[in-house]
């Protein structure tokens, strides 16, 4: 890439989600810091294959390029966490109940209990998370970003969403 006709091209369709790479980053890396660092990284890495970007979502285009550096670094970096494997027993079956107990629970959970029941949760997971709720993208967008199926997306989000409920059930009993 070359002038600053293609930087100014780079910055105007990238620049705009500077705040979403940052905040997955964040998430994923659980330091400001370091989601800086990784940030950083990826816009330079984004900004190198600016020329080869074939068109489409600009946003997943780039939190996968966010995404795929900050595993890059937490592998270079960082202790593996612990991968939870799918058990058919434990993660299938109806909530009981007649409400949504996931939106009680999460009405009720203060910003800090929630921040610290998300940074428990394996990076698969709490990427997804972080991705629909947080940046409210698509399956599609989340599978594209991910490189999985929009089947692995939702049925990561569902196990994401049942552990978050687990803990933040169990830290909010603790609270009581």
């Not at 105007?12 to 997955?24: F, G, K, M, S």
């Amino acid at each position: 890439m070359q002038g600053t006709a293609s930087r100014e091209r780079f910055e105007e369709a990238v620049l705009p989600h500077l705040d979403a790479a940052y905040n997955l980053a964040r998430w994923l890396t659980h330091s400001d810091q370091d989601a800086q660092d990784v940030t950083q990284e990826a816009f330079l890495r984004a900004f190198r294959f600016f020329d080869g970007y074939q068109g489409g979502n600009m946003r997943a285009w780039l939190l996968t390029i966010v995404r795929n550096t900050c595993y890059t670094w937490l592998h270079q970096n960082r202790p593996p966490e612990v991968a939870v494997e799918f058990d058919e027993e434990i993660h299938s079956g109806d909530i009981p109940g007649g409400a949504d107990p996931e939106l009680q629970v999460l009405a009720s959970a203060d910003k800090e209990t929630l921040r610290r029941a998300l940074d428990q949760l394996p990076p698969i997971f709490r990427e997804a998370l972080v991705l629909r709720e947080i940046e409210g993208m698509s399956y599609k967008e989340i599978a594209d970003v991910s490189s999985v199926s929009i089947g692995t997306v939702m049925s990561r989000l569902a196990r994401a969403r049942t552990r978050l409920r687990e803990s933040l059930g169990a830290a909010l009993g603790r609270e009581s």
